[in-house]
C-alpha cells in the first residue's frame, strides 16, 4: 500500500512487529522525507525498549539496527537519505 508522503509509516506491518526489512522498506520509500523516517525510527525504537525483552523476540538486533541507523544520521548524510 503506498502512503501519502503527509502520513507516517506505520509501527506495525500487517499488525505484525517490525522487522528490518519493514525498516528497510520505509527508508527506500520515496513518499517519507528524512525527517519522517527519523521520526518514524525514533518512534518504534521507544516502543521497542518500552517493550520486556521476553515478549519481544528480536527486539535486541532491532534495536541496534535503528541505533546505528540514527547515529549514521549524525555523521554527515542521513542513512535515511541516502536510501533515495
Do not use: C, F
Not at 503506498?2 to 519493514?22: C, F, M, R, W, Y
Not at 522525507?33 to 528480536?58: C, F, H, I, M, Y
Amino acid at each position: 500500500m503506498q502512503k501519502s508522503p503527509e502520513s507516517a509509516p506505520p509501527l506495525h506491518h500487517d499488525g505484525n512487529p517490525i522487522t528490518v526489512e519493514d525498516i528497510n522498506e520505509v527508508l527506500a520509500n520515496e513518499g517519507y522525507s528524512a525527517d519522517q523516517r527519523k521520526g518514524w525510527l525514533k518512534e518504534v525504537l521507544t516502543e521497542l525498549t518500552s517493550r520486556n525483552r521476553d515478549d519481544a523476540p528480536g527486539r535486541d538486533h532491532l534495536v541496534a539496527h535503528i541505533k546505528a541507523i540514527l547515529n549514521d544520521n549524525q555523521d554527515g548524510e542521513p542513512i535515511a537519505e541516502e536510501a533515495i
